[in-house]
């Protein structure tokens, strides 16, 4: 008996909790009508006379143990939940919505232009071979205007690559696809530039291609007429003559910005005009490299920066912060 008693204050000693029914429990088992202490008490009568002493303080040690466990446990649950309460008080911390960073603004406004007028989404791979970013686009291996555009290779194989332009996306399309088709791709580009601090070697394009019979020169001058007023709200435009390999004619486009603050005159070194994109009419070899007829079909491509465009009509003065994730930066474009 006196063993079992002993052993019940060890365990009461032992016990720990922080959970209120296990605490009442322990209450109602140790100290109930029909708990432990009473029950040895009822015990009382049967131990031999010699040990009646030594049980009876153990006995009143226990009860006394179990009441004292009781409400120690319980303070420490109100302690506890007095802090939680108080907290309950405190203001919360404020949840802000995030925003699209500014290049993906102006790429959604620019998808939305053109899939007005029925161009749809083409997407390809940023790891490109040869053949689709260089090759097939009428650049073959040694040809100099390769060096317009410095390349990263992927390890050792020179057929593997970063793609340095979205042209690639273009022949991907073309081979699959017969005309007439009609598409845009924008993506990440990249270009081995570090020449400056100011050149970077990761930006994004847009790509667009459009390939049917009797497609003219006059249409892609119509295209982008209608493109710069709707991005920028302006129609005065300028083509100079430029090269591409993968167009025939190739030209370059200029919008008349205006001279109206000091911001236009330092964007437009002083002269008004800024280039947007290049464009031309697809070469009959790219055509063919895609297996496309090049005398029942013809077609126009341009490519544009979606950096230069968003600096534009930002007015960013600088290209590394589109890649700083400065979130003074970006919290301005909500
Ligand atoms: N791929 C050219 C570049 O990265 C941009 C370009 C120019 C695309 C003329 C075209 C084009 O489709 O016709 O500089």
Redesign the pocket.
């Known amino acids: 008996m006196i063993e079992k008693l002993k052993k019940h204050i060890t365990d009461l000693k032992k016990f720990e909790s922080q959970d209120l029914n296990e605490i009442e429990s322990l209450k109602i088992k140790f100290l109930g009508r029909k708990g432990i202490v009473n029950d040895l008490f009822s015990g009382f009568k049967d131990v031999p006379s010699d040990q009646k002493k030594e049980f009876g303080q153990k006995i009143n040690e226990l009860k006394v143990l179990a009441q004292k466990k009781y409400d120690d446990l319980k303070s420490n649950i109100k302690k506890s939940s007095k802090i939680i309460s108080e907290d309950f008080t405190k203001p919360g911390f404020p949840i802000t919505s995030g925003s699209l960073h500014p290049i993906t603004v102006i790429k959604n406004r620019i998808i939305d232009i053109f899939s007005k007028v029925g161009f749809e989404l083409s997407e390809g791979p940023e790891i490109e071979d040869d053949w689709h970013n260089f090759t097939a686009l009428n650049l073959p291996k040694h040809h100099p205007a390769r060096d317009m555009?410095d390349t990263f290779f992927i390890q050792q194989d020179p057929d593997i690559l970063l793609r340095?332009?979205t042209?690639s996306v273009?022949v991907r399309y073309l081979e699959d696809n017969p005309p007439p088709l009609k598409i845009i791709s924008p993506g990440r580009v990249y270009r081995n530039e570090a020449i400056s601090s100011r050149s970077h070697c990761i930006f994004h394009?847009i790509?667009g291609?459009y390939v049917d019979e009797n497609v003219s020169f006059a249409d892609l001058k119509q295209m982008i007429l209608y493109f710069t007023k709707s991005m920028f709200g302006k129609s005065k435009l300028r083509f100079r003559p430029s090269f591409?390999p993968?167009?025939e004619p190739?030209a370059e486009v200029d919008i008349y910005w205006g001279l109206e603050t000091e911001t236009d005159y330092r964007i437009t070194k002083g002269t008004g005009w800024l280039e947007i994109m290049?464009?031309?009419m697809v070469d009959p070899n790219v055509l063919e490299n895609c297996n496309i007829d090049s005398e029942k079909y013809t077609g126009y491509?341009?490519?544009l920066g979606l950096e230069r465009i968003a600096m534009l009509i930002y007015q960013i003065p600088d290209i590394r912060l589109f890649f700083e994730n400065d979130i003074r930066f970006l919290n301005q474009f909500k």
């Open positions: 555009q340095t332009h042209s273009q394009q790509e291609i591409f993968f167009t190739s290049g464009c031309g491509a341009f490519g």
